[in-house]
């Protein structure tokens, strides 16, 4: 138990469904962050929020919707997928993003599958 | 991003020690080296980190060369839960928005 929490664990979607990816954490973190990790390629950052605000947007598609309502909490809002898409989602927090001696904790992840 | 390279794959006995290596010639003086670790099926989760000197923790050991550019990751006495890909990553001090994951080093324990 790493202190960041994320559902669904498996998703199966199609192509035209909307769906989203929670996460959550508890550790009083102010930096959130979404990866994504394909079968044998590196992580690959996605987004940055810090302090609630996106502060890198890593070239995703527009398909791809991130929402950070408050500092605990961070969507990723799916929209018209395409099955290169399916991957390992993960999401991680820190205590802020300047800091770097601060470690990364990440959640277990949320393999998502698109037909 | 400043780089690392690591073996692909290594493999040891169980209860010997690993020495997991990780080059990074290009490092600058305010990047500190961070170790991170994935289990099958688990999310990445952290090892070890340091500046200059060696740092010791419960999990392993990082020997830090004295010109910085290359470090080891040491687990003094491995066992088959450590299993799994080692990512060797450099982190600004400054802070790092792309921080950089790359393909790390598959750690195989035979038993």
């Known amino acids: 138990e790493t202190g960041v929490t994320q559902t669904p664990r498996h998703l199966v979607m199609g192509m035209t469904n909307k769906k989203s990816l929670k996460c959550e954490q508890h550790?009083?973190?102010?930096?959130m962050y979404w990866y994504k990790q394909s079968a044998k390629k590196p992580l690959e950052l996605m987004f940055v929020?810090?302090?609630?605000?996106?502060?890198e947007n890593n070239s995703v598609p527009s398909r791809f919707s991130p929402e950070c309502p408050n500092s605990s909490h961070l969507f990723l809002h799916l929209h018209t997928l395409q099955p290169e898409d399916s991957a390992l989602y993960l999401c991680?927090?820190?205590?802020?993003?300047?800091?770097?001696?601060?470690?990364?904790?990440f959640g277990e992840g949320s393999r998502l599958t698109v037909l | 991003d400043a780089k690392t390279t690591q073996p692909n794959s290594m493999e040891s006995n169980e209860e010997e020690p690993v020495h997991l290596p990780c080059n990074h010639s290009?490092?600058?003086?305010?990047?500190?080296i961070h170790w991170y670790r994935q289990l099958p099926s688990q999310g990445p989760e952290y090892v070890i980190h340091?500046?200059?000197s060696n740092v010791n923790n419960r999990m392993a050991s990082l020997a830090i060369a004295e010109d910085r550019k290359s470090s080891t990751l040491i687990l003094h006495r491995a066992t088959l839960r450590d299993a799994a890909v080692y990512y060797c990553?450099?982190?600004?001090?400054?802070?790092?928005?792309?921080?950089?994951f790359g393909t790390g080093t598959r750690l195989t324990i035979i038993p």
């Open positions: 929020y810090n302090f609630k605000e996106q502060t």
């Open positions: 990553i450099l982190k600004s001090y400054f802070g790092n928005e792309k921080l950089t």
């Open positions: 290009t490092i600058s003086g305010t990047d500190y």
């Open positions: 991680a927090s820190s205590q802020d993003q300047a800091s770097g001696a601060g470690e990364l904790f």
């Open positions: 550790l009083g973190h102010n930096a």
């Open positions: 340091g500046l200059t």
